[in-house]
């Protein structure tokens, strides 16, 4: 007996996000799964018109947060926009490991007890590195949100080597595309150990910025955390996780995952600016389109209803 036919609905939101490849995607599902309709569709109030497909199975993909489009029929997996400190909740109920933090509150003063003579303060809400802070440990205290990031959590600062050292893992449910290593520039001033000593100002500890060495990751066990941490997030589709490793120890650090999905980098300006100046093909690692396909086609099949 043929399988049931069904419809998946891929959401696109700009071509400078997706391009071409959610068409390649979706060809390679009907490929991989015949009886799977793919419809790659815009995020608008347009509703599906021919009733005849209405009553098949549905799901409905969007890597990142739908702003107008309501399905009518099917589950929908999409971005969700979610603060660090939900983040990090769910990381911690999955146990997976992230460095120490506390929330900055008023009228109290933070225990920052074995964090290290210095600590990374951060907002609960932005991204890309941005109002990053490094400061000492004695002087952290709470100041008035005056923006729209949110409060500010102190962290435990994880000290990657002389030059900032990041991993990002690109999962789609669980499934890893692909995965980045990112090194600061050594233009930059290293960082002489943990300590930072005489380093008090002006420093940075963001490994990712245009002027950053990527190379493509084959470490499994980052890999494998990667994959650990996309459990805890079953429902999101896109994850781009960003994991750092310890220098002395070689402990494994959770930072963040990005549910908000904006990673599709295989298109995207900042993907292909990172792919064209460091000469390597995301794509091309461990075939990540094709895996996507794959993927697509698997949880159709199971969650379409």
């Known amino acids: 007996m043929s399988p049931r036919r069904k419809n998946l609905f891929l959401v696109v939101h700009s071509p400078e996000l997706n391009g071409d490849t959610f068409a390649q995607v979706a060809g390679d599902v009907e490929r991989i799964a ?14 599906e018109k021919r009733w005849g ?6 799901l409905t993909v969007s890597m990142v947060p739908l702003e107008r489009l ?3 029929r099917g589950p929908v997996c999409a971005g969700v926009r979610m603060s660090k400190l939900e983040e990090l909740a769910r ?29 990374v303060v951060k907002p609960t809400n932005g ?21 729209d990031r ?3 959590t102190a962290q435990e600062f994880i000290y990657t080597g002389r030059w900032p050292v990041s991993y990002r893992v690109t999962s789609l449910f669980g499934e890893v595309l692909f995965s980045l290593r990112s090194e600061a520039s050594h ?3 290293p960082l002489e150990g943990r300590e930072l000593v005489g380093q008090a100002g002006g420093i940075s500890i963001v490994a990712t ?9 084959y470490d499994e066990e980052v890999l494998a955390l990667g994959r650990r941490v996309a459990m805890a997030f079953p429902d999101i589709p896109l994850l781009g996780i960003d994991i750092v490793r310890d220098h002395d120890t070689g402990r494994l650090y959770v930072l963040e995952t990005n549910p908000s999905g904006w990673v599709w980098n295989f298109s995207s300006e900042a993907g292909r600016g990172i792919q064209q100046d460091n000469g390597i093909d995301i794509d091309g690692q461990f075939g990540g389109l094709s895996i996507a396909a794959q993927t697509l086609a698997r949880e159709t099949d199971r969650r379409a209803r």
């Not at 015949?34 to 995020?43: E, F, L, S, T, Y």
């Not at 991204?127 to 923006?147: H, L, M, N």
């Not at 245009?210 to 493509?216: D, E, G």
């Open 53 to 58: 497909r209405i009553f098949r199975p549905a």
């Open 187 to 189: 233009d930059r001033v």
């Open 70 to 72: 309501r399905p009518l």
């Open 150 to 152: 949110g409060p500010r």
């Open 34 to 47: 015949p009886h799977i309709r793919v419809r790659v569709i815009r995020d608008s109030r347009a509703r």
């Open 91 to 119: 990381l911690a109920k999955a146990d997976l490991p992230v460095p120490r933090w506390v929330l900055l509150e008023p009228d109290r003063e933070p225990d920052l007890s074995g964090f290290g003579p210095y600590v």
């Open 127 to 147: 991204g890309r590195g941005a109002e990053v802070r490094i400061q000492r440990r004695g002087r952290v205290r709470y100041k008035p949100v005056t923006d």
């Open 209 to 217: 910025a245009r002027t950053s060495t990527y190379t493509l990751n």
